[in-house]
C-alpha cells in the first residue's frame, strides 16, 4: 500500500509551510487516499522520491515500446522483447518512436513557484499540467532558493504570504487573482502535476536541468527527484538512456572540440594532469581524456557560491 513519505516534504530544510492558515497535514490525507484509489489500486506503479510523486508510467513493463519496438523493426516473432528498444534502437541512435507516446504523469508537493516556471517551459512532450488554478489557490508557504547565504532575511516573506491570504479569503477585501500579485517569487505552489513523454524526459528535461551545468538549485533538486522516480519504476531502462545521454556527453564533446582545436599529443595530456607519461600510457584513455581536455568549467550557479 502507498504511504506518502511526509517527512520528506514537510521536515525539508528550506521549505516553510504556513501550518496555521492552511490545513496542509489534512490534504496530505487526502492526496495519500485518492492515490491509492485512482492509481495504485488501478495497478499502476506509484514511486515517491522526496517531493515529486510518479503516479502513473504508460509503458508498464516495457511492453507498449516493445510492441512498438517490432513493428519498427519488422520483428513479429518476439514482440514482447523488452530489451529490443534499448539495444536496437537507441544504442544504434535510431528513432526514439517507441517512448515517444509513452509518458510519466508526475505530482509535485511543497515545489516552489520558480521550479513551476522553469518546468511548465517545457511544452513539446508534455500533454498534461495541471496546476490547481493559480486565480483561486492559496499558496503553502515559502521555498529558500538553495543559494540563500542568509535565510533570516526571508522570514519576511512568510508574512507577506500570510497577508495574501488574509486579504483574499479571510478579509475578502480582493480577489485571490488580484492579490498574488503580492506574492513573493518563491512561494510554495499549491500541488500541480506536470506529464512529460519518456523521449522529452530523457533528451530535453533532465539534459537541461539535470546533466547540463548551469541549471538552478532548486531546479536541479526537482528533475533529480523526478529521475529518481524513473529509476525506481524501471531502473534498467533509464541507466541505459542515461548511459546515451547523460551529464558525461557534455564532457566527451568537449574533450573532442579541445582535441581537434590544440592538437594535444599523450605527452601534452600528462604535462596538464602533472602525471609521469609512464603512468598516463597505462592509465585508462576514457578517464584520462574526461580528467583533462573533458573537465568543465564552474556553472554561474558554482562561481556565485
Not at 13 to 28: C, Q, T
Not at 176 to 193: D, E, N, T
Not at 215 to 234: H, P, R
Not at 239 to 246: A, E, P
Request: aromatic residues 10%.
Amino acid at each position: 500500500m502507498f504511504d506518502l513519505d511526509r517527512d520528506a516534504i514537510l521536515h525539508h530544510e528550506r521549505l516553510k509551510f504556513l501550518d496555521d492558515v492552511v490545513p496542509i497535514r489534512e490534504h496530505l490525507d487526502n492526496i495519500e487516499k485518492f492515490i491509492r484509489i485512482c492509481y495504485e489500486e488501478q495497478g499502476w506503479h506509484v514511486a515517491q522520491s522526496r517531493r515529486v510523486i510518479a503516479l502513473r508510467a504508460t509503458d508498464k513493463e516495457r511492453l507498449s515500446s516493445a510492441f512498438k519496438a517490432s513493428l519498427y523493426l519488422g520483428k513479429y516473432r518476439d514482440m514482447a522483447n523488452t530489451t529490443r528498444f534499448l539495444h536496437n534502437m537507441v544504442a544504434a541512435g535510431h528513432s526514439y518512436e517507441p517512448i515517444r507516446g509513452e509518458s510519466i504523469l508526475f505530482l509535485f508537493i511543497g515545489v516552489g513557484k520558480t521550479v513551476y516556471d522553469h518546468l511548465v517551459t517545457y511544452t513539446v512532450g508534455r500533454p498534461t499540467r495541471i496546476a490547481g488554478g493559480q486565480r483561486a489557490n492559496v499558496p503553502w508557504g515559502f521555498e529558500l532558493p538553495v543559494e540563500a547565504k542568509n535565510p533570516d532575511e526571508y522570514k519576511e516573506e512568510l508574512d507577506r504570504i500570510r497577508n495574501v491570504i488574509r486579504l483574499a479569503k479571510e478579509d475578502r477585501a480582493e480577489q485571490m487573482q488580484a492579490a498574488r500579485a503580492k506574492l513573493p517569487v518563491g512561494y510554495i505552489m499549491p500541488p500541480f502535476l506536470m506529464e512529460f513523454s519518456e523521449e522529452a524526459l530523457i533528451k530535453t528535461v533532465f539534459r537541461q536541468r539535470l546533466f547540463e551545468k548551469g541549471a538552478q538549485g532548486a531546479t536541479v533538486d526537482i528533475a533529480t527527484d523526478m529521475l529518481n522516480a524513473c529509476l525506481q519504476i524501471d531502473e534498467e531502462k533509464w541507466n541505459f538512456l542515461i548511459d546515451y545521454h547523460g551529464p558525461h556527453l557534455q564532457q566527451w564533446e568537449k574533450a573532442m572540440r579541445t582535441l581537434r582545436k590544440e592538437h594535444y599529443t599523450v605527452a601534452d595530456l600528462a604535462l596538464k594532469l602533472g602525471i609521469p607519461i609512464d603512468e598516463v600510457m597505462q592509465a585508462n584513455l576514457y578517464d584520462l581524456l574526461m580528467e583533462s581536455v573533458g573537465k568543465l568549467p564552474p556553472s554561474m550557479w558554482e562561481k556565485q557560491r
